[in-house]
């Protein structure tokens, strides 16, 4: 098995570090529990840093510094930046630069964690055999300009092991001595550092992989729920995908995106500004070309029966039909009532049921 890993390929520092915590949090800190046991403040402080650290990544290394999706003031970008350091995904400079590649060649050869290259180099693959570690930063000129990036940019290693390994020790210290120092160490410093590593992999991997693509099945990416709950808002990376510049990745009001509900809550005391939020016209109207793009490449599909081959070209003809209303509609600027859109909403939402139930929901589109 391990004569076929190829060690020249293999980015040593990374991979120590990645397979260490692991060890770490596989061996260290189930014995930590065994001979002393856990309290509420040690499981505390893991919550309190595993939430500040995940909401600074999603919410400032992605949506604030990637992808520009709303303004914030600065005392938000500080703070993400700093906490976010500690989440040891490396400098907000080099994660957007990586996450835009991501966008813009998405599943192919330039996409740094692509999917073609299979579920582990997407996880982690591509960090363990990372030989190139600093990209030209072509595309983050934007963000070169920011003096607070830049500082971050920097001390990436020190502020990252400050917050990360110091602060927990100190205050586990002060709580309760070496023993409660030590726990802290390794429980909201260690573990938290894996557990929360794979959520942000998670993104790159099962985003990719396991969920609906009711707005592209153009691209790899994936709406999952539970996904959502475990990035943070982050699973419905279909739509993500599509809108990139939206802040919201739960579009729907019943979808779980806490990251959102965050920037909206910032943005309410003051903190957060021009919030980008994609038309619902625009969102419905994607959903059903998409529809619609499914139901052709089932329809060209062999081998269906004919109540089913009925059913599906029965509703093909009256997407097709909405679909032309809409276009006059958007020619001629007439008003749109939410009325309208409710209805368009509901009819799309009913071929979904209707591909979901024949089992095609995820069909690739030709
Ligand atoms: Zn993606
Ligand atoms: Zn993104």
Redesign the pocket.
């Known amino acids: 098995m391990f004569s076929r890993i190829p060690f020249e390929k293999v980015n040593w520092l990374i991979s120590s570090f990645l397979i260490g915590t692991l060890f770490l949090s596989l061996t260290a800190v189930p014995a930590y529990i065994w001979f002393f046991g856990i309290d509420w403040f040690q499981i505390g402080l893991f919550f309190a840093m595993f939430f500040a650290i995940g909401f600074s990544v999603t919410l400032g290394y992605h949506r604030l510094f990637s992808h520009l999706a709303f303004q914030a003031h600065w005392t938000v970008r500080l703070l993400t930046l700093i906490l976010g350091a500690a989440a040891f995904e490396n400098s907000v400079l080099l994660w957007a630069c990586e996450h835009r590649n991501?966008?813009k060649h998405?599943d192919h050869a330039d996409d740094p964690?692509c999917i073609a290259e299979g579920l582990f180099h997407a996880h982690i693959g591509w960090l363990l055999f990372k030989l190139d570690p600093l990209p030209p930063f072509d595309n983050v000129a934007d963000l070169q300009k920011d003096p607070l990036v830049m500082w971050q940019h920097r001390h990436i290693h020190w502020i990252a092991a400050l917050v990360a390994f110091v602060f927990p020790t100190i205050f586990g210290f002060a709580w309760g001595g070496w023993s409660s120092a030590l726990g802290a160490f390794l429980i909201a410093g260690v573990a938290r550092i894996v557990i929360l590593q794979h959520c942000t992999f998670c993104?790159?991997s099962l985003?990719?992989y396991v969920g609906d693509r009711p707005y592209s099945s153009k691209c790899s990416?994936r709406d999952w729920w539970l996904m959502a709950i475990v990035t943070l808002g982050e699973g419905y990376?279909n739509y993500?995908?599509e809108f990139q510049h939206d802040y919201r990745n739960g579009v729907k009001p019943w979808q779980i995106d806490p990251t959102k509900w965050l920037i909206w809550t910032l943005s309410k005391l003051g903190l957060a500004r021009k919030l980008r939020r994609v038309p619902a016209e625009k969102i419905i109207l994607t959903e059903l070309a998409e529809a619609q793009r499914q139901l052709e490449a089932y329809l060209a599909h062999a081998g269906l029966t004919e109540a089913a081959s009925g059913c599906l070209a029965a509703t093909h003809l009256r997407l097709q039909a909405i679909a032309q209303q809409w276009t006059l509609r958007q020619s001629q600027k007439l008003e749109v009532t939410s009325e309208m859109l409710a209805t368009l909403r509901s009819e799309v939402r009913m071929v979904t049921r209707t591909l979901r139930r024949l089992g095609v929901c995820d069909l690739q589109a030709a």
């Open positions: 991501h966008h998405v964690y993104i790159n985003c990719h990416a990376h993500h995908h």
